[in-house]
């Protein structure tokens, strides 16, 4: 069975990837010609909730006892400032122009295009996409770790708290890699929504039940734990003391990162009104939400256990009972995870699937699909793309293998936190900002621009210092695919 690209049309049962309606807005059609948007604002809070409060949540309480009670809530609460200010100029880009009928930028890496242009646009999405690897690889990491949590909080209830329980992660992240190479086949954003909003609630019931426990643990403890400084010397070496706190940078910086796909959600908003101004509203909710339970998490967590705070607060065992409690916000952690990692890896295969088209129009193989029939009434027959099997699954293999490979939750958060903060959170957004609204040099604004940009490449420089310091730490003791919690 095959198409005849080559006539313009292809054969039935085939359709062209990525052909639109050469058409202005209509019922069916956006002013750009592609079918019409329906995301609102709570499609994209769901969005950024699920790409936001995942698996950094349950380092924040490690984080905040590195920092101490001063430093971890002021650093928590000025990294949602600058992730609400920075979110809102990279959602005005998402326009060239005029806010309402100026040239959409559909990807993060066209906006740059638009208003930097030259060699910045090939730093971006080196930048953007590197971390999106990361993040999968992060997230398989995290989604295993969880999945042992069940296995372990069952064993430990069964054989006492002094068992060893020692599982290896290795089953857990292939059993993972399978469900997303399934999952990976839907075709693009707009069609995970509805795995969005799963995972969001799903979010709010791990998050919630962590600071249940971590309330309960406080409330059993007849105190509040931890001290004005954070972890003291003489439990750590000073130098220790340093790089922890930097990587509790990285840490606190991975939990608010979700600019890297902020764009490509606002691609999917439908309008009136003005997709910038839904997106605005859409990360002061999801923004707002996030940094209320961050504080929680993050301060309940420290003050149940002090110095001791656990890296993972639902896995690193600080808590052992009720144990089908456990159980639950752990599956939920993975059922979360598994959206999550659609959330941020669509924009990825959506640029390497677009480049190819371009690259190779008449191919076949690349640009045609096959319509598969789906046996439940209601439904589009499903649009098999072959190469969109083939490179998707190829992906998830390649994450799920790196995840064996360097299974360090703590570090590998702490170094996407800060390689991908300050370039794509602070700079881009702030950059193409001042382009866009010819802010003069050296004005006093630009000049407020510059003091927040340089601030937070200077902490992104301590948190990748600290969080490398943690994997060279890690590496002394570690065998591949051995890894056994």
Request: glycine share 8%; aromatic share 14%.
């Amino acid at each position: 069975m095959g198409a005849d690209n080559t006539a313009g049309k292809p054969q039935q049962g085939f359709e062209l990837a990525g052909d639109f309606a050469p058409q202005g807005p209509s019922k069916c059609f956006d002013d750009d010609g592609r079918l019409k948007r329906s995301g609102t604002v709570w499609s994209a809070s769901a969005h950024i909730i699920t790409a936001v409060i995942g698996s950094g949540v349950l380092s924040l309480a490690w984080a905040t006892a590195q920092l101490g009670w001063i430093a971890g809530p002021t650093v928590l609460f000025l990294f949602s400032f600058v992730t609400y200010y920075t979110s809102c100029l990279l959602a005005a880009c998402y326009r060239s122009g005029d806010p309402v009928t100026g040239k959409r930028n559909y990807t993060y890496m066209e906006a740059v295009q638009s208003n930097l242009g030259g060699f910045q646009v090939k730093i971006c999405g080196f930048i953007q996409y590197f971390n999106l690897v990361g993040v999968a690889i992060g997230y398989t990491i995290a989604a295993s770790i969880s999945a042992i949590a069940v296995k372990r909080s069952t064993c430990f209830h069964e054989k006492g708290h002094e068992s060893p329980c020692h599982v290896s992660g290795t089953p857990y992240m292939v059993m993972f890699g399978v469900v997303e190479i399934f999952l990976s086949q839907i075709p693009d954003f707009d069609q995970i929504s509805w795995l969005s909003m799963v995972a969001a609630v799903m979010s709010f019931t791990y998050s919630s039940i962590g600071l249940g426990l971590g309330i309960s643990k406080v409330a059993e403890n007849g105190k509040i734990k931890g001290s004005l400084t954070g972890i003291k010397i003489g439990t750590v070496t000073q130098t220790e003391k340093i790089w922890q706190s930097f990587q509790a940078l990285g840490a606190i910086a991975f939990a608010y990162s979700y600019s890297l796909i902020l764009i490509e959600i606002q691609d999917t908003l439908k309008s009136p009104p003005a997709e910038n101004k839904t997106m605005k509203r859409a990360t002061l909710i999801s923004v707002a939400t996030t940094t209320i339970f961050y504080m929680f998490c993050g301060c309940f967590g420290y003050a149940a256990f002090g110095d001791s705070a656990p890296g993972n607060l639902l896995t690193g065992f600080g808590f052992y009972n009720p144990y089908w409690l456990l159980d639950i916000a752990n599956i939920a952690i993975v059922i979360h995870l598994v959206g999550a990692y659609q959330v941020y890896c669509q924009p990825l295969f959506a640029f390497v699937e677009n480049t190819a088209a371009k690259y190779f129009p008449e191919s076949t193989f690349i640009n045609s699909t096959v319509d598969i029939p789906i046996p439940m009434r209601g439904y589009q027959p499903y649009k098999l793309n072959f190469f969109r099997l083939f490179w998707r699954s190829i992906f998830v293999c390649l994450t799920t293998l790196i995840a064996m490979l360097m299974p360090f939750f703590n570090d590998v958060v702490g170094i996407l936190g800060a390689f991908g903060f300050w370039p794509l959170t602070v700079y881009f957004p702030v950059e193409m900002y001042i382009v866009q609204k010819k802010i003069p040099k050296w004005s006093t604004r630009w000049i407020s621009l510059q003091i927040l940009s340089v601030a937070c490449l200077i902490i992104s420089i301590c948190a990748a210092a600290g969080s490398f310091a943690g994997v060279v730490h890690d590496l002394k003791i570690y065998q591949p695919f051995k890894t056994m919690y």
